[in-house]
């Protein structure tokens, strides 16, 4: 079984992608990572058998939500060397042939006859030449957040790499404008948290134009949350998956919430006329404010 049109979900992190994620893996054609892969990464098949086990009619559904889909960087990175953390977006030209090799190999153990079309997430730096060096025909779809509430989500997770300085985060060196802004507002990790979520939005935007109008679509976490049958259904359809009743039913299962108020709520006065003040013009292009 060849691997054909995969689903890439992509975004800043932090960006509602992973219920997006657990949702969409609901969906009765599509295979994803479990934590088998990272488990196991040598033996994918077992992938592949536990994607057979969750279309069992009873207990299926109950171990989707106990074994929920994830990045698996780990699982990338035995394959593909540098795909977790590089300081820069991963290039066409950054593929080998023995890496393409490797990774349609590994994914296409992962296929079953029913769940035919491979669903991943990544977050971060989007990948998009790089994947698509590999997955000519790859389909990408970007959650969107509004950025303030990207910021406050990353300023309260220990793992955000920003508290250690932007000389040790992987998004590279600032540049002369950045390091300027930054200094302006006395070195503030909420603003040092807002120049990471502008370097991954304009990264995301200049790979747009790389890709053909069927390959790229972009949803807003927040439409997503407030209907998100209207949302699956736009995507299913730029997917081109099969729309099922029953896949309906399975999206209303979900409780879902907006979840941006916290940044009013965490944020003082002065850290959110810093925030709107610097991303005054992002905000206004992707139509916050």
């Keep these: 079984m060849d691997v054909i049109k995969p689903i890439f979900i992509i975004g800043t992190g932090r960006c509602g992608s992973t219920i997006f994620q657990d949702i969409f893996a609901h969906h009765p054609q599509v295979a994803w990572l479990s934590r088998l892969v990272d ?3 040598k033996n994918p098949q077992f992938n592949r058998w536990f994607m057979r086990f969750i279309d069992a009619p009873i207990f299926g559904d109950y171990f989707i939500k106990k074994i929920k889909p994830g990045e698996r960087y780990k699982f990338w990175e035995y394959y593909c060397k540098g795909f977790r953390g590089p300081f820069r977006d991963l290039e066409d030209t950054d593929v080998t042939n023995n890496t393409k090799s490797r ?3 590994v994914m296409n153990t992962i296929l079953t006859k029913k769940r035919n079309r491979l669903l991943f997430k990544i977050t971060g730096w989007p990948r ?5 060096e590999i997955f000519p025909d790859a389909k990408f779809i970007h959650v969107l957040r509004d950025g303030r509430a990207v910021v406050n989500s990353l300023i309260e997770i220990d793992f955000w790499k920003g508290w250690e300085g932007p000389h040790k985060w ?3 060196v600032l540049n002369e404008e950045q390091t300027k802004k930054f200094e302006y507002y006395n ?3 909420v603003i040092l948290a807002a120049i990471e979520w502008v370097i991954l939005v304009d990264a995301i935007e200049e790979l747009k134009k790389e890709c053909k109008k069927s390959q790229f679509l972009e949803i807003k976490y927040e439409n997503f949350i407030s209907k998100p049958v209207k ?3 736009k995507v299913i359809e730029f997917s081109e998956l099969e729309w099922s009743n029953t896949f309906e039913r399975r999206i209303e299962k979900f409780k879902l919430k907006d979840m941006n108020y916290k940044w009013k709520k965490n944020l003082t006065k002065l850290q959110q ?4 003040e610097y991303l005054n013009d992002h905000l206004k292009k992707y139509n916050y404010l």
């Design 39 to 41: 488990i196991f990464p």
């Design 231 to 233: 949302t699956y259904k």
């Design 170 to 172: 992987e998004w590279g």
């Design 128 to 132: 998009i030449k790089f994947l698509k």
């Design 103 to 105: 990774i349609l190999k």
């Design 187 to 189: 070195k503030s990790f």
């Design 273 to 276: 006329d810093m925030l709107n």
